[in-house]
């Protein structure tokens, strides 16, 4: 039973307008509607506005259709990589064997879930806050989570056998770091934001292995940006793979969708 009679919203609008909050009555409605005690309220809407991200005020994002717990630290799933997950749903079945690398939250994985109806879902992240956030989201899809550096992370038994490849890496070059949001600079692991000097050292790491934990005609799919897109497709081309790019204006999202040839 909800026991929010005050701060009235209107209050609470302002309170986070004045904060910098671009959407403060969405915020509102979400911080009125999560908290259970006017005094959990008073306290969500001082962390948001002192800056904590909101879904880390909330405990939870809306992704792809699916609402994911979203811990302190741990990487906040971005609506434009909602796009990737959509590339993987029109090109996977149900009960393909599917890996959420780079996890974060695992919320790629448990999107992609929901929208195939069922699979084999393993995700791994290098980031124990990240594991711990993402065992609980797989779980719910009959999932497992692993902690370990990329491929390092799963069970031997996987290789070749991977239909569907989610890799989220960090594509943020080092030095553009101090350039993002506080929200995401001050409150999110830099490992899940830094992609390294152009922002493909991870990915070129993946594209590097892929094809051995591929099954034959399996994708591996992630996000980019529109320049590192060159560099990105003579990646996954070296690694055997056969790249498309697939894009979305509205949300400003390029994904690179990248298949092991079936042999001849």
Known sequence: MRLITAP????????????GCVFAEDEAQLLVATARTPAE???????RAEGLPLEHVLGWAEFGGVRVA?????FVPRRR????????????????????????????GAALVAGIGRAELHAADIDPAAVECARRNVAAAGGRAYRGDLFDALPAG????VDVLLANVPYVPSEEIELLPSEARVHEARVALD???????????????????????G???????ERQVPSALAAVTAGGLVPHVATCE??????VVATLPVPA
């Open 158 to 161: 996987l290789r070749g056998r």
């Open 81 to 108: 990589t909602e796009f990737l997950v959509e590339q993987a749903v029109a090109l996977a079945s149900a009960g393909a064997v599917v890996v959420d690398l780079c996890c974060g939250s695992g919320a790629l």
């Open 250 to 255: 509205d949300r400003y999202a390029t994904v």
């Open 219 to 225: 994708r591996l799919l992630f996000e980019t940006s």
């Open 195 to 217: 992609g390294g000097a152009d922002g493909l050292d991870v990915l070129r790491r993946v594209t590097a292995e892929a094809a051995r934990w591929l099954a034959p005609g």
């Open 70 to 74: 979203v811990d302190p630290g741990v």
């Open 8 to 19: 009235p919203p209107d209050a609470i609008v302002a309170r986070l307008r004045a904060a």
């Open 41 to 47: 309220l008073d306290a969500m809407v001082a962390r």
